[in-house]
Every structure is written in structure tokens, then in C-alpha cells.
């Protein structure tokens, strides 16, 4: 751990919570230096949807490497990426009557978000973006300005502007019909938020705590967003790539987002990648006005293509997925009957659900313990109060059920309950 303490910077946050040295990785299980297994729920912070080394992709980019292929081609065209697209097009697009155009920048998430950002101003003429409360889009400066997070947006140095913020779904209470403010606020002149050139927004809100909206929340947002001329940008960077059961998020909701922004788990591999899904008509780029020299991962091109073609050819993977955020779904509710007075609450959907804690303190003793216990699982909100479940979508059910288990007993112990644990019921047969 020397090296790590001596010339490394202080902004890493991950170790702190995870002192360990780790140089192999199958699947859902990280292992340290000393061979040391430990179950993962955190998967690169959403970006391990398919595993660890996932075999198939491993093979395709070992045989792309050995006959030499394309390693950097700025945004030539190659072989790689025509293969991708086709892929892309044919196999996640055509199926859901989606017509976009693909932009690949920078590889990293935040990077499709500025462009995204930017492009909707362009297009509009207008400046002035909304974004809601507890989003987070990225700590780039324009990403920045759309995120809700006071740690990440404290680092910022100097002031951040052209956003406005609106109340996400259920953030006023259930009462409150957060829409209908939008509406309202858009629609008075003397409001004092000018009128948007677009609303981002993602569906599960990751780091800020799991907080899912309701499809008809969804629904009502993009019914408004038309209403006033608005574009609507979904960032669906976490939640994107079947991690809330379909390989959208918005799916189910019947969205059709002029613009939308991916990375994270794009890449299959944990390659870095990222890209944005264009209406054809809002495509008013000029040659290289958002440029980068790592646009297009050719590597990741490879990978996500065997992505898509495993586990997205049909609707298997994502009926599995489903069934599996239900175990989840149960097996939390569970956990809540029994450890919760008033200290725990459920949030999210699909394979994409947290723990919601009374506080901080108490989230990040269920975590430490977990990992005492081999297991590493992280926390997110506005103060770090989710325990938050984002393992492989792989993941075994055995090792599903395994990981769950642990973080029972870790709550358990952290409430120090003498109470037996209730006799287990077999959630998998009824949900499968």
C-alpha cells in the first residue's frame, strides 16, 4: 500500500472504502494479491453489466488484437466501428421503432453529456438547460453545472451556470405533482426560468440515491417538454444498458428522447466508451465543432458488439434481468419487515435498487461490515445514505442470493438484533 500513500492523490474515493491491492477479477468476484474472493455489488460503478473478463467478449478482442486490427482511428471509418453500427442499428434500434444517429465522444460519460448539453443549445438558440434535484451527469464543468451533488459541484472553483433545477418525482412528497410545476413554471413568463433549450434527466437517478421515477412521471415530462418546444435529453449513462430490465430505461415508460447518452456498461468489457443518440433532424453538428482524439474506442467497438450480440439478439436477457430485480424486490421488502423500524426503507427498480438508510452513519456501517464479510457494495445519495445494489447482471442466482444474505447479516449485526433471522423462503421459484 506504500506507492498508493506516497505519490497518489488524495481525490481517490473507492480505495478508502476498499484497502485491499486487487489483481484479478471473474465474472462477479474481485480477488486480491493474497487470492482473497470477494463477491462484487459494485461493478465499476455500473460499468460491469456483462462481468468481469466476460469469456466471449475476452476471446473477440484477443483475436481482434492478434490479427492487428485498428487500435486508434480518431473518427475514421473502420471496420470495427461499421460492424458496431450495423450491430447497434439492426439488433437495439430497428426492434423499438427508435431513428437516431450515433455520435461517439470522448469516452467517458460525462464527455456525452456536454455534447449533449451543447448540441441542444445549438440547435435551440437557447441557453439555459433544466435538470432536477439529486441528478448527477458528470463533474466536467458543464456536466457539473447539471449535477445536484454540493461535494462534487464545491470542487468546481469557479461559478456554475446555465442550468436551472426543478423538483424530481417524489422529491416535494408523494403528494406533489412535480410535472405540473414544470408546467406551470414554463408556462409564466414572469416565473424568472427562461425558457429551456432542454430538460436532462435520468430515470433512476444513481448516485443520487436510486430514485426511480414513475413511468407516468416519465410520461408527463416528455408530454411537456413538447409542449414547450423543449428537447429531452436522458441520460441513461447507469441506468442504460439493461440495468433496470430492458436495455433502455425509458422503455417502458414509451419515451422517445430526442437525445440520450451512453457509456458506462456500453463497452461490454469495462472499456471506456461513450456515445449520443441524435434525432436525425437535431443533427446540426458542423465537421469536428465536438471533436476529441479518443472518440471511438476501437476496442470497445469490438466489445460491445459481442455485447449486444450475446445478450440482446432476444428478449432472454432481459426477462432474466426482470426476474431477478423481482428476487430482489422481495428479498429487500423482506429485510425491511424485519431490521427496518423506520430505519430502512426500499428504492429503485429492476436490478437497479438500493437500501435507504435513516442516515449516513448507518449505510456506512452495512457497507464496511459487508466487506469484512468479502463482499464490497458502496453507497450513494445526497449524504451517502443508500446501500446501494449494482452487481453484474450475470450474476449467478446462487451468488445473487449470496450477496443479499450478507448484507441481511451485516444489518443484523449493525443493529444488533438477537432476533432469529425468519425461515428463507425460495423467492426464486416464485418469481421464476
Request: aromatic residues 10%.
Amino acid at each position: 500500500m506504500k506507492i498508493f500513500e506516497e505519490i497518489e492523490s488524495e481525490v481517490q474515493s473507492y480505495a478508502r472504502s476498499f484497502p485491499r491491492i486487487f489483481n484479478k477479477a471473474v465474472g462477479e468476484f474481485l480477488y486480491d494479491e493474497d487470492g482473497v474472493e470477494y463477491l462484487d455489488f459494485l461493478a465499476g460503478a455500473g460499468t460491469l453489466n456483462y462481468g468481469h473478463n466476460n469469456p466471449v467478449f475476452k476471446e473477440k478482442l484477443l483475436q481482434y488484437i492478434h490479427d492487428d486490427g485498428i487500435t486508434h482511428g480518431l473518427d475514421l471509418h473502420t471496420k470495427a466501428k461499421e460492424e458496431f453500427l450495423n450491430t447497434f442499428n439492426e439488433k437495439i434500434l430497428k426492434p423499438r421503432n427508435l431513428d437516431y444517429v450515433l455520435q461517439f465522444t470522448g469516452p467517458t460519460g460525462t464527455n456525452a453529456v456536454e455534447a449533449a448539453l451543447k448540441l441542444a443549445r445549438n440547435v435551440t438558440g437557447r441557453e439555459n438547460i433544466i435538470a432536477f434535484t439529486n441528478g448527477f451527469h458528470g463533474v466536467s464543468l458543464g456536466a457539473l453545472a447539471a449535477t445536484g451533488n454540493s461535494h462534487h459541484r464545491g470542487a468546481a472553483g469557479v461559478s456554475l451556470n446555465g442550468v436551472s433545477r426543478m423538483p424530481f418525482d417524489g422529491y416535494l412528497g408523494e403528494d406533489i405533482d412535480t410535472i405540473a410545476y414544470l408546467d406551470k413554471v414554463l408556462t409564466d413568463s414572469s416565473s424568472g426560468i427562461d425558457l429551456p433549450a432542454a430538460v436532462i434527466v435520468e430515470t433512476v437517478q444513481g448516485e443520487g440515491g436510486i430514485n426511480a421515477a414513475s413511468l407516468g412521471w416519465l410520461k408527463d415530462l416528455q408530454a411537456t417538454c413538447k409542449k414547450h418546444d423543449v428537447l429531452l435529453i436522458v441520460d441513461d449513462i447507469q441506468a442504460g444498458c439493461g440495468r433496470t430490465g430492458t436495455y433502455f430505461s425509458f422503455e417502458e415508460a414509451g419515451l422517445y428522447p430526442d437525445i440520450v447518452t451512453l457509456s458506462k456498461s456500453l463497452g461490454g468489457y469495462g472499456l471506456p466508451f461513450a456515445m449520443v443518440l441524435i434525432r436525425p433532424e437535431i443533427d446540426q453538428w458542423k465537421p469536428g465543432e465536438h471533436n476529441g482524439t479518443f472518440r471511438g474506442n476501437s476496442f470497445a467497438f469490438v466489445t460491445a458488439k459481442a455485447a449486444i450480440d450475446t445478450y440482446w439478439s432476444d428478449d432472454t436477457f432481459s426477462k432474466e434481468i426482470k426476474r431477478k430485480g423481482e428476487y430482489v424486490s422481495k428479498r429487500l421488502e423482506a429485510i425491511i419487515d424485519q431490521y427496518g423500524e423506520g430505519n430502512f426503507s426500499t428504492r429503485g427498480r429492476g436490478m437497479f435498487q438500493g437500501i435507504n438508510c435513516i442516515n449516513s452513519d448507518l449505510a456506512g456501517k452495512i457497507t464496511h461490515k459487508a466487506f469484512q464479510k468479502n463482499m464490497i457494495i458502496e453507497t450513494s445519495g445526497a449524504d451517502d445514505q443508500v446501500v446501494k445494489f449494482l452487481c453484474p447482471l450475470i450474476i449467478s442466482d446462487a451468488n445473487l442470493k449470496k450477496g443479499i444474505d450478507i448484507v441481511e447479516q451485516a444489518i443484523k449485526e449493525v443493529c444488533a438484533k438477537e432476533d432469529s433471522i425468519p425461515e428463507e423462503k425460495d423467492y426464486f421459484a416464485t418469481t421464476a
